[in-house]
């Protein structure tokens, strides 16, 4: 069976999030713009369709191992861009925050 490419659907996510990430917790501050969350939104949405089926507190800290070595990766450590993976992988598996999708 061939893998589905879910790629393909990053961008109907991205321009979700482009347009709503200031209101999310972590943003709130206004100290980093949509640039600087957008690598931590697509490993979100990549991890959730490639881990598809695991729960996050399960793989979570593997996630976090692997960000360092992400392609898209900026700058950022796990810490500062945690809450947009997870918003992220939640929008993905289905644990959305109200009024998504």
Known sequence: MAEKDYRLGWTE???YWRTNYSSRPYASTGKQDYTFYQPAYRYGFESAHRYEGRNWNDIESQLSRDWTTY???TKSTWEEIKGAVRDAWDRVTGKRPVGTR
Do not use: K
Request: hydrophobic fraction near 0%.
């Open 13 to 15: 996510d991205e321009e």
């Open 71 to 73: 392609e898209h990766r």
